[in-house]
């Protein structure tokens, strides 16, 4: 079982920058693939980003390709969001995932097991 915890949500004028992080905890060896959702409201959850733990292969929603860098601190079992020139319709809940499969192309929810608790960022104009 893994634990996610994420964090560094906010509101931010459009142009602005965020870091997200999300913190596994339980059993973090479970986690080889970590991705990043959102879901604003009346939408359905939509794939932001995913990397691999071992080798760090990443993938990107094109929406936030060049704007958005997920990382992650394996020593602390922590992953990264960083998020440049947002827009407002970057505006929604954030959640981290993490999945015990590696695979850097797992873009639809259900692959995912895991789920943080989300964070909320809204990008004012």
């Known amino acids: 079982q893994v634990q996610l915890v994420d964090s560094g949500g906010g509101l931010v004028q459009a142009g602005g920058s965020l870091r997200l992080s999300c913190a596994a905890s339980?059993?973090?060896?479970?986690?080889?693939?970590m991705g990043w959702f959102r879901q604003a409201p009346g939408k359905e959850r939509e794939f932001v980003a995913a990397?691999?733990?071992?080798?760090?292969?990443?993938d990107y929603a094109d929406s936030v390709k060049g704007r958005f860098t997920i990382s992650k601190a394996s020593a602390v079992n922590t992953g990264y969001l960083e998020m440049n020139n947002l827009k407002p319709e970057d505006t929604a809940v954030y959640y981290c995932a993490a999945s015990p499969r590696y695979a850097p192309h797992m873009r639809r929810p259900g692959e995912y097991d895991y789920w943080g608790q989300g964070t909320q960022i809204t990008v004012s104009s």
């Open positions: 339980g059993h973090p060896g479970d986690c080889y693939t």
């Open positions: 990397i691999t733990w071992s080798g760090g292969r990443t």
